[in-house]
């Protein structure tokens, strides 16, 4: 009994020796790995707009809207916030604003026939007034959608239009921030909406 107690001890300590002598080693090499995992899911999830990651970090935030009465045919079936708010902190150049957290709003139509679709983005006046913000910063907003870089600058509103098939869901990505050039020295705020019309 004490011989095989001692054979396994013995076969027990080299086993421990062999991993002391390779520590090193097996150190960098969990480290490695787990560096590469780490950058490869961060770049997955911050320059990767369509990958799975940015999917699931954009519908974790995905709150349920009520269709509207007005919109039986064609409803906004939900969005990534009920509520767009940009401050300071969202005054980017482009390149920054096309890789900045996006909204994701999508709509369906319910009926057999092909419908139209407007997006627009609307000033929240209510949440302006409890804010206390006296001036409009709507010229100011940069968007891209559908890989398409705009301005409201002309005074539209319009984010998107388009039509949907019949029983059609989509997803529609939109970025959103203020140019580069606004000063930040002020609180600058915007509050809105994203509207469906049909």
């Known amino acids: 009994m004490e011989k095989k107690k001692t054979t396994t001890k013995?076969?027990?300590s080299k086993a421990v020796q062999a991993l002391q002598k390779n520590e090193k080693q097996y150190t960098y090499l969990f480290?490695?790995?787990f560096l590469l995992l780490f950058l490869y899911f961060g770049y997955q999830l911050f320059f990767v707009?369509?990958?799975i990651f940015a999917?699931?970090?954009r519908t974790s935030t995905t709150i349920a809207v009520e269709p509207k009465e007005e919109f039986v045919d064609l409803n906004m079936v939900s969005t990534s916030s009920e509520l767009v708010t940009l401050t300071?902190?969202?005054i980017l150049s482009d390149e920054e604003g096309e890789h900045s957290t996006p909204y994701a709003i999508h709509i369906k139509?319910?009926?057999d026939t092909v419908l139209p679709y407007r997006i627009i983005l609307k000033e929240d006046l209510v949440m302006k007034n409890r804010c206390g913000c006296e001036d409009n910063y709507f010229s100011h907003i940069r968007y891209q959608v559908n890989q398409k870089t705009k301005s409201f600058e002309d005074g539209s509103n319009l984010v998107l239009e388009g039509e949907l098939e019949s029983r059609e869901e989509?997803?529609?990505i939109v970025y959103l921030w203020f140019e580069e050039n606004l000063?930040?020295?002020?609180?600058?705020h915007f509050h809105g909406q994203f509207i469906l019309e049909s």
């Open 10 to 12: 013995k076969k027990n």
């Open 31 to 33: 480290v490695g790995v």
């Open 49 to 51: 707009p369509d990958s």
């Open 55 to 57: 999917k699931l970090q």
């Open 88 to 90: 300071e902190d969202n």
């Open 109 to 111: 139509n319910n009926t």
């Open 170 to 172: 989509k997803e529609i």
């Open 183 to 188: 000063s930040s020295e002020k609180d600058i």
